[in-house]
């Protein structure tokens, strides 16, 4: 895990470097200081952002594994921004583009009563007639005791 902490550590240090030559200093320091700002708004919001997420879940159009991964998204995006860097101001953007994504593409799911059928629901297959067997004899002998 160390290893991979000081991997994306020299690899964002390298491309923070190499834009910072390419777009100029002043450029690199608008773009750090503005995702930051952006990071911290979307942070402090971050308790909206999660509300939608249970309320689109009440409704049926999230399962609970996209409100898992749209909420982690959220946060992770949005702490991404806030921490200097081109490399991980862009994951941080991917995350947040994954989330509108998740938002856009999975309420075109169709919901439970429209016949989305998943392996929560405990019904049977739809090839399989349930059928119960009545014996005439036992019919008729509740018909004569009755009389």
Same mark, same amino acid.
């Given at each position: ?5 000081? !991997?994306?550590?020299?690899? $964002? /240090? ?12 002043? #450029?690199?320091?608008? #773009? ?11 942070? +402090? ?12 879940? &009440?409704?049926?159009?999230? %399962?609970?594994?996209?409100? @898992? &991964? ?19 101001? !862009? ?11 998740? @938002? /856009? ?13 998943? @392996?929560?629901?405990? $019904?049977? $297959?739809? &090839?399989?007639?349930?059928? $119960?067997?009545?014996? %005439? +004899?036992?019919?008729?002998?509740? %018909? +004569?005791?009755? +009389?």
């Amino acid at each position: 895990m160390l290893f991979f902490l000081l !991997l994306f550590f020299f690899a $964002e /240090l390298f491309v923070s470097l190499k834009v910072g030559i390419t777009i100029g200093f002043g #450029w690199t320091v608008t #773009w750090i200081l503005v995702s930051m700002a952006l990071g911290i708004v979307l942070l +402090r919001l971050s308790p909206y952002a999660l509300m939608s997420n249970f309320q689109t879940f &009440n409704f049926g159009r999230f %399962d609970i594994r996209d409100v @898992h &991964n749209a909420s982690l998204a959220y946060l992770l995006g949005a702490i991404f921004l806030i921490v200097p860097g081109v490399l991980s101001d !862009l994951l941080g953007v991917a995350l947040l583009l994954y989330t509108l994504y998740l @938002h /856009l593409f999975a309420t075109m799911r169709p919901t439970p009563k429209t016949g989305y059928k998943d @392996h929560f629901t405990d $019904e049977g $297959e739809s &090839n399989v007639i349930d059928v $119960e067997i009545v014996d %005439d +004899r036992d019919r008729i002998d509740t %018909d +004569r005791r009755s +009389r």
